[in-house]
T-cell receptor, first 117, second 111 residues
Framework: GAGVSQSPSNKVTEKGKDVELRCDPI?????LYWYRQRLGQGLEFLIY????????KSGLPSDRFSAERTGESVSTLTIQRTQQEDSAVYLC???????????????FGPGTRLTVT | GDSVTQMEGPVTLSEEAFLTINCTYT??????LFWYVQYPGEGLQLLLK???ADDKGSNKGFEATYRKETTSFHLEKGSVQVSDSAVYFC??????????WGAGTKLIIKP
């Protein structure tokens, strides 16, 4: 079946521009997560959605970062006025908390590699 | 707060060697524990999991046992292959369905 998809796969942008990153979760997965992974480092949690609401935005690094989710499906992560330190791979994951034995498993997309020049 | 600590990498082994990647955790209660793997150029994928103490997760020849007494979930494989070269992440379930992640351990297998 279809997995988590993300677009674009690569994005090169100039410092100061805004970017939008898109995530399509697995159909029926109500939970959605955004992470950032800098080169050679671990995962940095950004935001979590349950349905269309975001009970935990604690990981967003600044007010330049925002995310929304509509229809309990697609999510968009927006970075305004990009800075060079925003360069990283942005990963999206989804999960289905309603099924007990799969509750905590997260399924990841391939990521969007963002390069800010 | 809850946390996960993994051994630092890179770990470099020869093909057919025995592998151990250490993972210890700090948590309240009894979290579920996971190992995820990230192959070069690919996305993260679940390798194995254990949901309660003494459970053993296994997949693709890898095993990890949930040890409550030592708060550990070490990843092991008896005979590694070049194709096992990847970055391995240990994680534990946190509240609200979130996972807390270790920093990752890069594994390099030489032929």
């Amino acid at each position: 079946g279809a997995g988590v998809s993300q677009s674009p796969s690569n994005k090169v942008t100039e410092k100061g521009k805004d970017v939008e990153l898109r995530c399509d979760p697995i159909s029926g997965h109500t939970a959605l997560y955004w992470y950032r992974q800098r080169l050679g480092q671990g995962l940095e949690f950004l935001i979590y959605f349950q349905g269309n609401s975001a009970p935990d935005k604690s990981g967003l690094p600044s007010d330049r970062f925002s995310a929304e989710r509509t229809g309990e499906s697609v999510s968009t992560l927006t970075i305004q006025r990009t800075q060079q330190e925003d360069s990283a791979v942005y990963l999206c994951a989804s999960s289905f908390p309603g099924q007990t034995d799969l509750r905590y498993e997260q399924y990841f997309g391939p990521g969007t590699r963002l390069t800010v020049t | 707060g809850d946390s996960v600590t993994q051994m630092e990498g890179p770990v470099t082994l020869s093909e057919e060697a025995f592998l151990t990647i250490n993972c210890t955790y700090t948590a309240t209660g009894y979290p579920s524990l996971f190992w995820y793997v990230q192959y070069p150029g690919e996305g993260l994928q679940l390798l194995l999991k254990a949901t309660k103490a003494d459970d053993k997760g296994s997949n693709k020849g890898f095993e990890a046992t949930y040890r409550k007494e030592t708060t550990s979930f070490h990843l092991e494989k008896g005979s590694v292959q070049v194709s096992d070269s990847a970055v391995y992440f240990c994680a534990l379930h946190y509240s609200n369905y979130q996972l807390i992640w270790g920093a990752g351990t890069k594994l390099i297998i030489k032929p």
